[in-house]
Protein backbone atom coordinates (compact mmCIF):
# COMPACT_ATOMS: atom_id res chain seq x y z
CA UNK A 1 0.00 0.00 0.00
CA UNK A 2 1.28 3.00 -1.06
CA UNK A 3 1.85 5.79 1.67
CA UNK A 4 -0.69 9.05 1.26
CA UNK A 5 0.94 12.33 2.41
CA UNK A 6 0.09 15.98 1.84
CA UNK A 7 2.29 18.54 0.87
CA UNK A 8 2.38 22.39 -0.15
CA UNK A 9 4.79 24.30 -2.34
CA UNK A 10 4.85 27.77 -3.41
CA UNK A 11 4.59 28.22 -7.60
CA UNK A 12 5.70 31.79 -8.51
CA UNK A 13 4.39 32.95 -12.10
CA UNK A 14 7.22 34.70 -13.47
CA UNK A 15 5.55 34.16 -17.20
CA UNK A 16 2.10 33.57 -18.49
CA UNK A 17 0.90 30.02 -18.86
CA UNK A 18 -0.09 28.78 -22.01
CA UNK A 19 -3.20 27.02 -22.92
CA UNK A 20 -0.91 24.11 -23.75
CA UNK A 21 0.83 23.95 -20.39
CA UNK A 22 -2.49 24.21 -18.64
CA UNK A 23 -3.76 21.20 -20.71
CA UNK A 24 -0.28 19.13 -20.03
CA UNK A 25 -0.53 19.72 -15.65
CA UNK A 26 -4.67 18.91 -16.11
CA UNK A 27 -4.00 15.86 -17.69
CA UNK A 28 -0.90 14.87 -15.20
CA UNK A 29 -3.92 15.71 -12.60
CA UNK A 30 -5.75 13.78 -14.03
CA UNK A 31 -3.46 10.75 -13.89
CA UNK A 32 -2.34 11.52 -10.51
CA UNK A 33 -4.18 9.09 -7.83
CA UNK A 34 -4.37 11.50 -5.20
CA UNK A 35 -5.94 15.25 -5.44
CA UNK A 36 -3.56 18.43 -6.61
CA UNK A 37 -5.13 21.96 -6.52
CA UNK A 38 -3.75 25.38 -7.24
CA UNK A 39 -4.75 28.31 -4.07
CA UNK A 40 -4.50 32.18 -4.02
CA UNK A 41 -6.06 33.50 -1.02
CA UNK A 42 -9.49 31.92 -0.37
CA UNK A 43 -9.50 30.44 -4.08
CA UNK A 44 -8.99 26.74 -4.66
CA UNK A 45 -9.50 25.53 -7.60
CA UNK A 46 -8.64 21.48 -8.62
CA UNK A 47 -6.61 21.23 -11.14
CA UNK A 48 -8.34 19.00 -13.64
CA UNK A 49 -10.89 21.38 -13.65
CA UNK A 50 -9.59 22.97 -17.20
CA UNK A 51 -12.06 25.96 -17.35
CA UNK A 52 -11.70 26.92 -14.41
CA UNK A 53 -7.95 26.45 -13.97
CA UNK A 54 -7.97 28.62 -17.26
CA UNK A 55 -10.15 31.59 -15.65
CA UNK A 56 -7.75 31.13 -12.52
CA UNK A 57 -4.96 31.84 -14.63
CA UNK A 58 -6.08 35.00 -16.56
CA UNK A 59 -6.44 36.66 -13.26
CA UNK A 60 -2.63 36.09 -12.62
CA UNK A 61 0.14 38.56 -13.01
CA UNK A 62 3.56 38.04 -13.87
CA UNK A 63 5.27 37.90 -10.24
CA UNK A 64 2.63 36.11 -8.38
CA UNK A 65 2.48 33.31 -6.11
CA UNK A 66 0.29 31.04 -5.99
CA UNK A 67 0.54 27.57 -3.67
CA UNK A 68 -0.31 23.79 -5.43
CA UNK A 69 -1.32 21.93 -2.54
CA UNK A 70 -0.73 18.24 -2.79
CA UNK A 71 -2.75 15.14 -0.98
CA UNK A 72 -1.62 11.35 -2.43
CA UNK A 73 1.06 9.36 -2.96
CA UNK A 74 4.58 10.58 -4.07
CA UNK A 75 3.80 14.18 -3.73
CA UNK A 76 7.14 15.79 -4.23
CA UNK A 77 7.33 14.05 -7.32
CA UNK A 78 3.87 15.39 -8.43
CA UNK A 79 4.57 18.91 -7.31
CA UNK A 80 7.91 18.61 -9.49
CA UNK A 81 6.12 18.02 -12.47
CA UNK A 82 3.86 20.55 -12.01
CA UNK A 83 6.54 23.50 -11.29
CA UNK A 84 8.59 21.95 -14.08
CA UNK A 85 5.40 22.65 -16.72
CA UNK A 86 4.60 25.85 -15.26
CA UNK A 87 7.89 27.32 -14.62
CA UNK A 88 9.90 26.05 -17.54
CA UNK A 89 6.89 26.15 -20.04
CA UNK A 90 8.08 22.19 -20.90
CA UNK A 91 5.10 20.32 -21.80
CA UNK A 92 6.83 17.20 -24.10
CA UNK A 93 8.91 15.79 -21.31
CA UNK A 94 5.78 15.29 -18.69
CA UNK A 95 5.57 11.51 -17.80
CA UNK A 96 2.13 10.78 -17.01
CA UNK A 97 3.64 7.23 -16.16
CA UNK A 98 5.08 8.58 -12.98
CA UNK A 99 1.61 10.03 -11.71
CA UNK A 100 0.45 6.59 -9.95
CA UNK A 101 -2.97 5.38 -11.53
CA UNK A 102 -5.51 3.46 -9.19
Known amino acids: MKKIERVSSILPINDTITLKQLMCVSNYAK ?11 KQEINMT ?8 FLTLR ?3 KVSIHVNGP ?9 REVCI ?8 FSNASLI
Do not use: C, H
Not at 31 to 41: F, L, N, P, Q, T
Open 88 to 95: SGKTDDIE
Open 31 to 41: SYSGSIKIVRG
Open 74 to 82: DVQSAITQI
Open 49 to 56: NIPALTAF
Open 62 to 64: KGS
